[in-house]
């Protein structure tokens, strides 16, 4: 019921390609979904999240699409850059608890 | 940087060694997170402290003993660990814990621990 499952595990796309992560949860009760960005060597960095009353949060090249319905949500980055190049993890939580539950990540590989 | 300091970077321990993972943020947060990294895992939280409280111990063994002094510093002490203990162990503030304090974590860059 926490878990949040996350895939691919790693990805490989070239220089302004478009890369997809997908999350999926079951627990109904989550109403807040960030994503968290981590460099080698560096902690996790919040970089775009969305609660459930939109389907669509943009922030720069990063966007966030959610289907409530399907319960689940993805991150789409546009014209991928080798410094986006990063593991890239998925979480929900909701807004009355004090836990974020973390996808296993993503590793994203973007080539010149 | 974040705001959130971990020293140190590196740590290589025997199993029976004891030693400290420390933590500090300079943020005026008041919820200060332990979390354990593990390759293809997710984020495992350990402990949870607000207002120098712990408020979470997610089942985590005896061998790590957290201690919050201040809002501001963060410890985990360690020992007679086990090799599957090796891992990042990253150290995270929020403004609070609670309502909507998840909304931001800000994280340190990790203790990378290797137990021999």
């Known amino acids: 019921q926490q878990q949040v499952k996350q895939s691919p595990q790693s990805l490989i796309v070239q220089k302004g390609g478009i890369p997809i992560i997908n999350c999926a949860y079951e627990n109904t009760a989550f109403d807040y979904f960030p994503w968290y960005q981590q460099f080698p060597g560096k902690g996790p960095a919040l970089l775009i999240a969305i609660r459930p009353d939109v389907s669509e949060k943009k922030e720069g090249r990063f966007t966030i699409s959610f289907n409530k319905s399907a319960k689940q949500f993805s991150l789409h980055i546009m014209d991928s850059q080798p410094g986006d190049s990063a593991t890239y993890f998925c979480a929900a939580s909701e807004s009355s608890g004090s836990r974020l539950t973390f996808g296993e990540g993503t590793q994203l590989t973007v080539n010149p | 940087e974040t705001g959130v300091t971990q020293t140190p970077r590196h740590l290589v321990m025997g199993m029976t060694n004891k030693k400290s993972l420390k933590c500090e943020q300079h943020l005026g947060h008041n919820a200060m997170y332990w979390y354990k990294q593990s390759a293809k895992k997710p984020l495992e939280l350990m402990f949870v402290?607000?207002?120098?409280?712990?408020?979470e111990n997610n089942s985590v063994p005896s061998r790590f003993s957290p201690e919050c002094p201040n809002s501001s510093h963060l410890f985990l002490h360690l020992h007679t660990l086990q090799p599957e203990d090796s891992a990042l162990y990253l150290c995270?503030?929020?403004?609070?814990?609670?309502?909507?304090?998840?909304?931001?974590?800000?994280f340190g860059s990790g203790t990378q621990l290797s137990v021999l």
């Open positions: 402290y607000n207002f120098k409280e712990q408020t």
């Open positions: 995270a503030s929020s403004q609070e814990q609670g309502f909507g304090a998840n909304e931001k974590l800000f």
